[in-house]
Nanobody, 123 residues
Framework: QVHLVESGGGRVQAGGSLRLSCAAS????????MGWFRQAPGKEREFAAA????????SYADSVKGRFTISRDNAKNTVYLQMNSLKPEDAAVYYCAARDYIITTMVGSYNYWGQGTQVTVSS
């Protein structure tokens, strides 16, 4: 059983940056592919970024490509999401998630989820 805890959310002005962190415990972190998803009020949870167990492969939603960077530190059991050039439409609760080895963009394919961290972007 993997326990995930996100942190780093907050309020930022449009154009600003935030770095989200997700700390994992209770499992073998290096065997999990990790994903970041987000959910705005009244909308479905959507894929933002994912990284393979080794960090060698990454995937991004078109809406964040070129602005967000996902990375991981297996020694610290932590995955990060660096978010730059934030836009009001990026405002959402951001969740990290884990699944065995292979990255996917599908919400339903991830087995473990954190509680989420709120990101607010003011225009």
């Amino acid at each position: 059983q993997v326990h995930l805890v996100e942190s780093g959310g907050g309020r930022v002005q449009a154009g600003g940056s935030l770095r989200l962190s997700c700390a994992a415990s209770g499992g073998t972190f290096s065997q999990y592919a990790m994903g970041w998803f987000r959910q705005a009020p009244g909308k479905e949870r959507e894929f933002a970024a994912a990284i393979s167990w080794s960090g060698g492969r990454t995937s991004y939603a078109d809406s964040v490509k070129g602005r967000f960077t996902i990375s991981r530190d297996n020694a610290k059991n932590t995955v990060y999401l660096q978010m730059n050039s934030l836009k009001p439409e990026d405002a959402a609760v951001y969740y990290c998630a884990a699944r065995d080895y292979i990255i996917t963009t599908m919400v339903g394919s991830y087995n473990y989820w954190g509680q989420g961290t709120q990101v607010t972007v003011s225009s």
